[in-house]
C-alpha cells in the first residue's frame, strides 16, 4: 500500500484538483484508492459528497475530524475503517467500467481548525522525556493508524489531500506518509514556497526521528518527495508562456524533482468538475481542448505510478 501526501503551503495551487483526478485516474486503471480530505476546508469531500449528503449522512461521525476527537478526549484512536464512506456518483462509473477500481473517501469537516488547538495542548509534559514521548504521540497518530490500514484492508494507494499549512493535522499527515507530491503554480510565491516546504518537512523528519530514537518504540520517517506537478500552466505554441517557463526552470535549479507533464489552466473545464462529483479526467470529452487536458492528466498518472 503506497501512502502519498498531497501538498504544499501555498493555497489555490491545485492540490485538491490533482489528488482528485489522480485517485480518480488511478481508479480508472484498477486501484484501490482511499482518499483522506485533511483539510478543513473539505474541498476534496466536496469535489465526491454534495453538501446537502455530507450534512445529513457525514457530519456528526463520519469524518476525520470525528477520529481525530476521539483522539483528543484521550481515547484510544479507532481504527480510521469506521470513518471510511463510498461516494455514490464516481463508484457508480467505476464499476460501469468493470475494472476493478473503487475510491473510497475519509470526508473532512470545518471544525478541524479546532482540532489542532486541541492537539495541541496534548503537547508538552513535566519533563523533557515526557514532552517528547508526547510530541511522538500526537504527531504520529495517523501513521499509526495508516499503518494498521494496509492489514485489514485492500487498498493499493492512500492519498492525503492536506491544507496550505504546516499546523499539527497537516504534521500527522507527512509523518504517516511515505512520498510527498508538490502541485504548484509556477509563479514567485510559489516557486519560494517549495523551497521553504523542502526545509519544513526535513526539519519535521529530523525531530521526529531524533525523539523516536529515544523512544525505542517507534520507527523512524523517511518520507521520500515524489515531485512538483505545475499547475494551471498558460500554453503559447504548445508550451508555457516563458515566465512560467523560468519559474519552472527556478524549481528545477532548487534540486526538486519536477514531473514532466503539466496540467494547462483551463477554468471552464476545472471549475466545474467538483459540481459534477466527477473529477475532469472521467468526464466525456466535451471538445478536443478537454481531450487534451484528459491526456495530460493521463501522462502524469504514468510519471506517478513510475515513480512507485
Ligand atoms: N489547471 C487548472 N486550470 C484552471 N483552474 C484550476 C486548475 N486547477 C485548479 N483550478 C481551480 O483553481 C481553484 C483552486 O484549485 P484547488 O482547490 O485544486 O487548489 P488547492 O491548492 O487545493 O487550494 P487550497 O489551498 O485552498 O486547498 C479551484 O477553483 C479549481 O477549480
Ligand atoms: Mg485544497
Known amino acids: 500500500m503506497e501512502i502519498i501526501a498531497v501538498i504544499n503551503y501555498k493555497g489555490g495551487v491545485g492540490k485538491t484538483t490533482v489528488t482528485a483526478n489522480l485517485a480518480a485516474e488511478l481508479a ?27 450534512d445529513t449522512d457525514y457530519k456528526t461521525s463520519l469524518t476525520i475530524k470525528s477520529w481525530f476527537d476521539a483522539i483528543g478526549e484521550g481515547k484510544e484512536s479507532p481504527p480510521l475503517t469506521d470513518f471510511v464512506i463510498t461516494p455514490t456518483n464516481v463508484n457508480n462509473f467505476l464499476t460501469s467500467q468493470k475494472r476493478g477500481g473503487r475510491i473510497d473517501l475519509i470526508c473532512s469537516h470545518l471544525g478541524l481548525i479546532n ?22 504521540k500526537v504527531h504520529g497518530k495517523l501513521r499509526e493508524a495508516i499503518a494498521s490500514l494496509a492489514n485489514s484492508t485492500d487498498y493499493d494507494i492512500v492519498l492525503m489531500d492536506c491544507p496550505p499549512n504546516f499546523n499539527i493535522v497537516t504534521k500527522n499527515a507527512i509523518v504517516a506518509s511515505e ?16 523551497d521553504y516546504l523542502h526545509r519544513s518537512v526535513n526539519e519535521l523528519v529530523k525531530e521526529f526521528n531524533e525523539y523516536a530514537e529515544l523512544d525505542g518504540e517507534t520507527k523512524n520517517i523517511s518520507p521520500k518527495i515524489l515531485g512538483v506537478i505545475f499547475t494551471m500552466i498558460q500554453i503559447t505554441s504548445g508550451q508555457p508562456i516563458s ?3 523560468q519559474f519552472i526552470a527556478q524549481t528545477k535549479r532548487l534540486g526538486v524533482a519536477t514531473f514532466t507533464t503539466n496540467f494547462r489552466e483551463n477554468k471552464t473545464i476545472f471549475a466545474d468538475a467538483p459540481q459534477n462529483l466527477m473529477p ?3 468526464n466525456h470529452y466535451s471538445n478536443s481542448t478537454h481531450s487534451e487536458v484528459v491526456n495530460e492528466i493521463e501522462s502524469f498518472v504514468d510519471e506517478f505510478e513510475s515513480l512507485l
Open 179 to 194: 512520498k510527498i507530491l508538490i502541485p504548484a503554480k509556477p509563479d514567485f510565491l510559489s516557486t519560494l514556497g517549495i
Open 280 to 282: 475532469v479526467v472521467l
Open 115 to 136: 482540532v489542532d488547538l486541541e492537539l495541541a495542548t496534548l503537547l508538552g509534559g513535566v519533563n523533557l522525556q515526557q514532552a517528547k514521548r508526547n510530541y511522538i
Open 243 to 245: 515566465a512560467q517557463r
Open 28 to 54: 480508472y486503471r484498477g486501484k484501490k484508492v482511499l482518499l483522506i480530505d485533511t483539510d478543513a476546508q473539505a474541498s476534496l469531500t466536496f469535489s465526491f459528497v454534495t453538501p446537502d449528503k455530507w
